[in-house]
């Protein structure tokens, strides 16, 4: 049975159109886009938020409190990215990334299946969950490193420096985002157009991008499966899902549709 898109072919071809024309593009991506990979978003209706309180696990303070219950989390979780595979709505924006210089990629995702499905300049704002380093913030365990054993065969895991333990590497409530990705991120919102895509748009920094890339003249379009606080800044909002109206886009631009 087919699935319907929720989507003005109008609308569709509007933003075909300024993609196909623009030479600057920036978008941003929330945990929507990983969700057709089996990855479960944070507030949409089987959100991860929904079954536990970020506050109990995504805090520094849960981690100090009970390291060992917060990497059970993040081990579950590694576990299940572990086996996810990019779908469409990666596919594509990686495409676009590879083709065009200008298009710039921002996640928030930690999952890393942008940089599986072969996306060039990705900015990431939150993290990685592949990644770690030393809650002791020893000299040699101070910056990140990526460490793909999952599961942990034991939990918290050690860092390999010190011995004391690690933590993930992801940007928890109540820390700062690291500045030169900020930076970056905000650089990249003077363009042409800016698509806000599977993200609830609740979550700041993040979600006062679209705000200045609108400020700065972009043309602006958010790709959701349902309306966001986004929904009333963009100037074209397509809500469906984010792996059928991305390739519906590419197609389109593949048609040449100007
Ligand atoms: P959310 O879970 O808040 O929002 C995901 C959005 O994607 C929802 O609006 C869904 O309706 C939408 N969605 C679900 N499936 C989709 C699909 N197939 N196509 C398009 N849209 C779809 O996730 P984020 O906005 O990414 O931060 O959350 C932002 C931050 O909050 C996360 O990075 C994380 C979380 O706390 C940290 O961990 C620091």
Redesign the pocket.
Known sequence: MSEMVFESVTDLERVANALHRAQKITAL?????S??SGIP????AD???KKVR?ETL?TPEAFENDPKLVWEWYDWRRQMVAGARPNA?HDVLAQWTREQSGFTLIT???DGLHEKAGTERLIR??GSIWHVRCWQRCTAGRRDWRDDTTPFPTLPPRCPHCGGIVRPA????GESLDASDVARATEATDCEVFLT???????YP??GLVHQAKRRGAFTVE????P?EASHVVDVALH????K?LTNLAALGRSGSD
């Open positions: 991506t929330g945990a929507g886009v969700a057709a978003t944070f507030r949409g959100g991860l938020w970020a995504a709505a928030q995702n930690v704002l939150h992801v940007v928890w409530f895509i599977g993200t609830s748009a609740v979550v993040a979600a790709i959701n499966l349902e966001t469906g899902p984010a792996e109206i």
